[in-house]
């Protein structure tokens, strides 16, 4: 009864859409006791609260040979913690119609918690527990390193995936941020169980914690809630991870697979989120690849010549460096084809810039489409969190459209001189260049990417 009780209130949520551009104006800061950065919306709508957290835990901090240990240990969060084994532990959220999940990312870790207001002491009781307490048994380590190991075995099989690992340690070459995120096989066949209890312990603590909250809560229950679950944690800061010697490697690299329409994945220097750039960069993007239909590349390749059904690009920043990055399938014999026009696209951009039409476009859509975002208390906490992740003042939320609203053409046209640079780019292709038009050769003399 409870859970179908739950789906309502969740379908309930998302059809309040129209409340969320206000809701984003509401957002506060919390003073944490602690030090913790809070963010959170109070909105009594419905009996429930939204959390999303980021801890300094992300797969950067993998050590030498255990790469995946921040998966590993983040897969086990719900396998049990105190005196509750898996079962027990599992069991207690079900019943309370608690949500609980993590994904590691290369910097953070990412905990979403979603409960009923009359279940939120036990939620985040569970959730303190899961983080200060973590059992890490052997049979869940064991059934957990299976199924890590089984997605992996399938992931080496799918032509995108494949691609774009190849494209990270390609372009992030010896640093952190160059391992997949879930490790490889042997990596994660070495770990045991002091490595998981000892990453716990230096990384699942209360310093760099990053915390937005949404639903129905006020300052003071918050502040009593955010203890229960952060209160016993250690209050030690990890060390953030070195930068990067230098990223790119320009031309185009092959990592074979015997599949009829490859993967190509390609990668640029993007911009740290503090550039003075950063927001017309993305403006650019969105014209240049992050438009869908809209956008440059998608008129070269599908519309003007039919080489691909969908490519994308996007402008990611991590805490140590930029990166855009983008992605399509082509058929064997278009590759080298669509690698030249994905080289000439660019090239065009990064000359001329934008057209006066294409930049309103950009701004029409990014700015109207903003307050989508904070239409559920999943989706508000979600983008505050984001933010906060990258190091944004809380004030950002109220300007970000006047922000975007305020690039001009002669701003874009100076990103795009930074970031859209066709000699600096990394090409990955997973399967095989055989066929088609031949690529252009990389000059000797191309840029070796951005040093930070």
Excluded at 61 to 83: C, I, M, R, T
Excluded at 286 to 297: E, N
Excluded at 350 to 372: C, H, Q, R, V
């Amino acid at each position: 009864m409870r859970k179908t009780s739950w789906c309502g209130l969740l379908g309930l949520a998302f059809a309040l859409a129209m409340c969320g551009a206000a809701r984003a104006a509401d957002v506060k800061s919390l003073h944490a006791p602690r030090g913790e950065e809070v963010w959170y919306v109070s909105d009594h709508t419905l009996p429930m609260i939204a959390m999303s957290v980021a801890l300094p835990a992300g797969s950067a901090y993998d050590p030498q040979g255990k790469f995946g240990l921040s998966v590993f240990a983040a897969s086990l969060l719900d396998e049990g913690a105190g005196n509750l084994d898996a079962n027990a532990f599992q069991t207690a959220l079900s019943n309370r119609a608690i949500r609980l999940s993590a994904s590691p990312s290369r910097d953070y870790l990412i905990i979403s918690l979603v409960t009923l207001t009359d279940n939120a002491r036990d939620a985040f009781q569970l959730l303190g527990l899961a983080l200060s307490k973590p059992r890490f048994d052997p049979d869940a380590i064991q059934r957990v390193r299976g199924q890590i190991v089984s997605s992996m075995a399938q992931e080496d099989e799918d032509p995108p995936t494949v691609a774009a690992k190849a494209l990270y340690k390609t372009y992030f070459h010896d640093h952190p941020y160059a391992h997949p995120v879930n490790g490889d096989t042997a990596s994660v066949g070495a770990i045991n169980q002091a490595d998981l209890k000892s990453f716990a312990a230096e990384h699942w603590v209360r310093g760099d914690l990053r915390i937005a909250v949404a639903g129905d809560v006020d300052a003071a229950t918050l502040t009593a809630l955010l203890n229960t679950a952060f209160g016993h944690l250690p209050a030690k800061t990890p060390g953030l991870p070195s930068w990067p010697g230098h990223v790119g490697q320009p031309g185009v690299q092959v990592t074979p697979l015997p599949v009829p329409q490859p993967s190509v994945a390609f990668a640029l220097p993007g911009l740290l989120r503090t550039d003075r750039d950063f927001i017309p960069a993305f403006v650019a993007n969105y014209i240049v690849g992050g438009g869908g239909f809209s956008s440059r590349l998608t008129n070269e390749l599908r519309v003007k010549r039919g080489l691909t059904y969908d490519i994308s690009t996007s402008l990611d920043s991590y805490r140590r460096a930029g990166i855009m990055a983008g992605e399509f399938a082509t058929k064997q014999e278009s590759v080298q084809q669509a690698i030249g026009v994905v080289r000439d696209t660019l090239r065009d951009f990064a000359e001329n810039g934008p057209t006066d039409s294409e930049l309103a476009d950009a701004k029409t859509y990014l700015t109207g489409s903003f307050p989508m975002s904070f239409s559920s208390n999943v989706g508000i906490v979600a983008e505050l969190n984001g933010f906060q992740q990258v190091g944004l003042p809380i004030e950002y939320v109220r300007n970000r459209n006047a922000l975007i609203d305020a690039v001009t053409v002669a701003d874009l046209k100076r990103a795009a001189r930074r970031v859209f640079n066709p000699r600096a780019i990394t090409i990955v292709v997973a399967g095989s260049l055989t066929g088609g038009q031949p690529a252009r050769p990389s000059n000797s003399g191309e840029a070796h990417g951005a040093r930070h």
